[in-house]
Nanobody
Framework: QLHIVESGGGLVQPGGSLKLSCTASGFATLDDYTIGWFRQAPGKEREGVSAIKYTDGTTYYLDSVKGRFTISRDSREMTVNLQMNSLKPEDTAIYYC???????????????????WGQGTEVTVSS
């Protein structure tokens, strides 16, 4: 059983930065998986923000976060980080990390049907 834990959320002013971390445990390797960050704002559907294929580093970004967010992986720590810069109020949401086996990293645009999920971490962008 793969266990996912997110950390790093909080309150930040517009234009500020946060770094979210997603740490996996329970498996010896994540090589079969694509790790994605999703977010869900009140009253909205969960959407894929960014994802990374663990073996080769292929990435996906939601159009609205391109140039502001950067996803990366630390193979030694089995951690995937999401560096979020130039944050906007519309980035406010609960951010979830998920690990899934998908054919293409673009499939992480929407929540996969079968995945391991974390509990989420709240990000609030407000002055």
């Amino acid at each position: 059983q793969l266990h996912i834990v997110e950390s790093g959320g909080g309150l930040v002013q517009p234009g500020g930065s946060l770094k979210l971390s997603c740490t996996a445990s329970g498996f010896a390797t994540l090589d079969d998986y694509t790790i994605g960050w999703f977010r869900q704002a009140p009253g909205k559907e969960r959407e894929g923000v960014s994802a990374i294929k663990y073996t080769d580093g292929t990435t996906y970004y939601l159009d609205s976060v391109k140039g502001r967010f950067t996803i990366s992986r630390d193979s030694r720590e089995m951690t995937v980080n999401l560096q979020m810069n130039s944050l906007k109020p519309e980035d406010t949401a609960i951010y979830y990390c998920a690990a899934a086996i998908v054919s293409n990293v673009q499939r992480m645009r929407t929540p996969p049907l079968i995945a391991y999920w974390g509990q989420g971490t709240e990000v609030t962008v407000s002055s």
